[in-house]
């Protein structure tokens, strides 16, 4: 089973800050990029940031640059997402991936059940 599991969405007032938690089971984190989407209601799904074991590479979304950081723990292993001055336009489903391309939502392999992310006005 390599399927993603998310921890700690919720809701926050505006120009709060919330950390996600995904662990990634098996070797489905070691394999190219762990990814953190989201989808707004009625809405695509989005690319927000990704970490790559492969390359080394950490890319975000441009409307999270700046405000978001993603880490990974390559003990537990988790990757983390550090969301910092949340807008309302941040609420959304917040979704774990591994196993993909970059912010490419076609190519990745498993995804997680996701967490509900609220931000308050």
């Known amino acids: 089973l390599q399927e993603p599991a998310e921890v700690g969405g919720g809701s926050v007032q505006f120009g709060g800050s919330l950390t996600l938690s995904c662990h990634v089971p098996g070797v489905a984190f070691w394999t190219r990029c762990t990814a953190w989407f989201r989808q707004r209601a009625g809405e695509e799904r989005e690319g927000v940031a990704a970490q790559c074991a492969d390359s080394g590479i950490t890319t975000y979304a441009d409307s999270v640059k700046g405000r978001f950081i993603v880490s990974r723990d390559d003990a537990t292993p988790n990757l983390d997402l550090q969301m910092n001055d949340l807008k309302p336009e941040d609420t959304a489903m917040y979704y774990c991936?591994?196993?993909?391309?970059?912010?490419?939502?076609?190519?990745?392999?498993?995804w997680g059940q996701g967490t509900q992310v609220t931000v308050a006005s």
């Open positions: 991936a591994a196993d993909g391309s970059l912010l490419d939502r076609k190519t990745y392999r498993y």
